[in-house]
């Protein structure tokens, strides 16, 4: 039995789990906010596990333009780890909370692998971002593939011991992305090919407005790039003013930030970067 709280109808969107190392790196913890915002705006909920490092970082991003789920390894009114009490209230009201273990349960060890299995199983394909070759994300990852459930990995130096575990994945079989159209392009694939349930309502959601967009990314990347200056703009203004969907100007913005091109201020305004 699940206790919830926030907004039970963000489980009725398609959904991705992003899940990644606690002591992540500067690189990892900006890569998985990036993604997280990139991917929200396009349509998806992001599940994580309300941990330090990654998870902490996808729930912030998924906020910044969508909504998210936390998947929490202690009872519902258990705050964990300390320092998440203000995003575990912003998830609370602009997402969902989810636990398994009765209220008042402080989280244990032992808990840990069983709220894994619930965040693979709420979404289409679980992402990892950074892992240590012996981890819970590894774990979340291999209950994936033993659901079904695409698995996708962001490579990184063998020199890091922070990228050992998603290197690992990779010559297992997962998936290996470096942008968001490549996630997207993983899920709609899961959508195409598996029979159940889960598939069968990311089709649904996603057939009114399919990924694929008549825009080739070199125009799209020039219609925002010719609307931004050093002043900054609402994103809602640059999707209205280049007629694109939200999903591709958040690619390009992404692709821009990642660049050190574009710059992001407060109340979702971007601007060119200094």
């Known amino acids: 039995m699940l206790a919830a709280r926030g907004d039970l109808s ?11 190392a606690r002591n992540a790196s500067a690189a990892g913890v900006r890569l998985a906010r990036l993604w997280a915002e990139g991917l929200a705006a396009g349509g998806l909920t992001i599940v994580s596990g309300l941990a330090r490092g990654i998870d902490a970082a996808a729930h ?42 009765p209220p008042g349960t402080e989280p244990q060890a032992r808990h840990f692998p069983r709220r894994n299995r619930i965040i693979a199983g709420l979404a289409a394909a679980t992402l990892v971002v950074e892992a240590a070759p012996r981890s819970g994300s590894l774990i ?20 890091d011991p922070r990228a050992q575990g998603c290197n690992q994945l990779i010559r297992e079989g997962a998936t290996l992305v470096q942008r968001v159209d490549e996630i997207l392009e993983a899920l709609s694939a899961f959508a195409a090919d598996t029979g159940d349930a889960l598939g ?31 002043a900054p703009v609402q994103i809602d203004e640059l999707v209205r003013q280049t ?17 050190g091109a574009m710059e992001r201020h407060a109340g979702g305004r971007v601007a060119l970067g200094t």
């Open 140 to 159: 979340t990852a291999r209950m994936a593939a033993e659901f079904g459930r695409d698995v996708l990995a962001v490579p990184g130096s063998p020199l």
């Open 200 to 230: 069968q309502r990311f089709q649904l959601a996603e057939s009114p407005a399919p990924n694929v967009s008549p825009w080739a990314p070199e125009e799209a990347r020039a219609k925002v790039l010719a609307l931004l200056s050093p």
């Open 243 to 259: 007629g694109l969907p939200a999903a591709d100007v958040a690619s390009v913005l992404l692709d821009l930030e990642l660049e």
């Open 60 to 101: 912030r991003g998924a906020l910044e333009a969508g909504t998210t789920v936390a998947v929490v390894a202690g009872g519902i009114d258990v705050v964990y780890p300390p320092e998440n009490a203000a995003l575990t209230e912003e998830i609370a009201a602009g997402g969902l909370i989810l636990a398994e273990a």
């Open 10 to 20: 963000v489980l009725e969107r398609p959904a991705l789990a992003i899940v990644g």
